[in-house]
Nanobody, 119 residues
């Protein structure tokens, strides 16, 4: 069983910063790409950032403000969010492509962590 658990969400003022974490646990052979998505009420889920063997990729709306990184030794991915704006308010979800021992790779999702940007 593989689990992704996000943490670090909360209420932050416009212009502030927040750091999200997502830790993978369970029976893991290898983790490939790890990503952050977000979903705001009434909107489609969108890619925020991803990190893998081909480097990093960011959604247009967060370029220059958010930074994705990972600690492979701890199977953890981070999202540093700077200069946040009210439009960044959403549930942030962690996503990872993980291969389990003696099995194929699959895509796993965390439960999400709420980020609210408001004064």
């Amino acid at each position: 069983q593989v689990q992704l658990v996000e943490s670090g969400g909360g209420l932050v003022q416009p212009g502030g910063s927040l750091r999200l974490s997502c830790a993978a646990s369970g029976s893991i052979f290898e983790i490939y790409e790890m990503s952050w998505y977000r979903q705001a009420p009434g909107k489609q889920r969108e890619l925020v950032a991803s990190i893998g063997s081909r480097g990093t990729n960011y959604g247009e709306s967060v370029k220059g403000r958010f930074t994705i990184s990972r600690d492979n030794a701890k199977d953890t991915v981070f999202l540093q969010m700077n200069s946040v704006q009210p439009e960044d308010t959403a549930v942030y979800l962690c996503n990872a492509d993980i291969r389990v021992p003696l099995g194929p790779a699959g895509t796993y999702w965390g439960q999400g962590t709420q980020v609210t940007v408001s004064s």
